[in-house]
């Protein structure tokens, strides 16, 4: 069996990391990487060993590479094309007649929300990549939320399976005791609309404290809209925009915060909450998403309604007492077990596994 898996290549959020992770565990013989642009995702395969293969689209407009992906899937004999990501997508869609291999897709949000407020291109972007998803055949989910906008496009429930996020939990971490002078929470999340920045901000204004730190990780189109914000509120010595950060550098900024936070308002399975419980840090979460199979019950941490401003700042003061009475450690730890049992790598890579088999017996 030989898998190709397909990304644009630019990717640095919870897809890049579920795309290395998920090659990672495959023998580079049997699973290769093509993206179609060098960038962060082909430098991190190279040092995992991962085997990777450039395309070099000028740009996503440049359909002159259809030819040699043709002929590069057709000459190296791949059994099954995985794609990952609407470029990915799309451009796979116009050749896959053209070649022999099953196509598999991983949907890792929800497509129809992926390019929101793009205007007229976000429009014909999404359109695109929902004509490709009903032409694959197979869809992997990454959560169960995700199968109700599918099965409204009309795809067949036979084709989607759910296989959720999974990784490589340290079985011998032990975080010391924080001593942050600061109630420190960390985001990790493009900034971007659906992220729900904007509400974090609101919540914390609102907060019956003051005395914290909150680092902002990650780029987007709402930087400046953002910065302005924190200006408007005052909260400039308080909120730090740490720009895009690299996986140790996303580590080290959550074994040294006291709560992460993602404020999102449509998810699939975020692997930064992944991250976060591997390095026992609880967190504050909207409900979208499977997030609350991490957040059995509130000992675990916060699940909380998402767009809702009042329900965000009551647990920012919950969280901010527990940290006070030294009680968050616990939650990191309950997390921590839940996590590493339910949403390991190996589970992630064994169902993967199986689901290809499935589909060479097709």
Request: net charge negative; hydrophobic share 40%; with cysteine.
């Amino acid at each position: 069996m030989k898998v190709l898996h397909i990304n644009a290549g630019l990717e640095d959020g919870g897809g890049k990391n579920h795309i290395l992770s998920l090659l990672s565990q495959f023998d580079p013989t049997t699973a290769e990487l093509l993206v179609l642009e060098n960038g962060i995702i082909a430098d991190e395969a190279k040092k995992l060993g991962i085997v990777v293969h450039v395309l070099e689209q000028q740009s996503r407009y440049d359909l002159s590479i259809l030819k040699r992906l043709t002929q590069f899937i057709t000459n190296q004999s791949f059994d099954i094309v995985h794609t990952h990501g609407a470029r990915a997508n799309f451009i796979f869609s116009t050749i896959h007649k053209k070649v022999a291999a099953q196509w598999l897709i991983t949907v890792h949000s929800d497509p129809t929300l992926d390019f929101m407020n793009r205007g007229i291109k976000g429009t014909l972007f999404t359109k695109f990549n929902l004509a490709s998803l009903k032409k694959a055949d197979h869809l992997i989910v990454v959560t169960d939320s995700l199968m109700a906008p599918l099965l409204k496009l009309g795809i067949n429930k036979n084709k989607l399976t759910i296989i959720y996020n999974g990784i490589q939990f340290n079985s011998d971490r032990t975080n010391p005791p924080m001593m942050n002078d600061k109630f420190t929470l960390t985001c990790v999340a493009r900034l971007h609309p659906i992220k729900g920045h904007e509400r974090l901000l609101d919540s914390l204004y609102a907060a019956d404290f003051t005395n914290f730190s909150l680092n902002l990780v990650g780029d987007g189109e709402l930087r400046v809209p953002l910065e302005k914000k924190v200006q408007q509120l005052g909260m400039q010595e308080n909120v730090h925009f740490l720009g895009f950060l690299n996986k140790p550098q996303v580590d080290e900024a959550i074994t040294k915060s006291d709560i992460t936070v993602l404020t999102s308002s449509n998810e699939g399975f975020p692997m930064v909450l992944l991250e976060s419980a591997n390095h026992k840090v609880p967190f504050i979460a909207t409900d979208v998403g499977d997030v609350s199979l991490l957040v059995p019950d509130e000992s675990y941490g916060w699940c909380i309604p998402a767009d809702s401003v009042e329900s965000l700042t009551t647990a920012l003061n919950e969280a901010y007492d527990e940290w006070e009475n030294h009680t968050l450690e616990s939650k990191g730890e309950r997390l921590y077990q839940l996590a590493s049992n339910q949403f390991s790598l190996d589970r992630f890579y064994s169902e993967t596994l199986t689901l290809y088999e499935k589909l060479m017996r097709n």
